[in-house]
């Protein structure tokens, strides 16, 4: 008997997504900044993705754990956000948002990750 590789449909995978409150405290990976209303360059639209203010990053690949750098740059341009004084190639906070794997509070929002859901997360909550 043959195996044909080709003869199956692929497996469709759902997109991973996390729960998180872009108001939440957020510390810096890099040089453990805190800021304990969340990460400034939340108060801006983000000129990279559009996402609108208080929401996070639209990337459709994913990763939007992490804001896109024009976000970063506009917080800086406002003087809410200063470089990284860690080790950082180009000055910019590593600051990921808190994520959860259900949700918990009405204010919380689904994000786009780059990490792959669990299966039973992804059953029960599809998208």
Known sequence: ???????????????????SCTSESV???RCHHEWDDGDPAYRFACPDCNAT????C??????????CPGRDR???AAKLLGPCEGLSWDGRHDKPLPLRASR???????VRTGSPATRVFSDRYPV
């Open 53 to 56: 203010p208080a929401n996070p």
């Open 27 to 29: 510390t810096c990976r």
């Open 104 to 110: 918990t509070d009405p204010a919380w929002q689904l």
């Open 58 to 67: 639209q990337r459709s690949a994913g990763g939007n754990e992490r804001v």
């Open 74 to 76: 506009v917080a800086q």
């Open 1 to 19: 008997m043959t195996y044909d590789l080709f003869s199956r449909k692929n497996p469709t995978f759902r997109t991973p997504v996390r729960w």
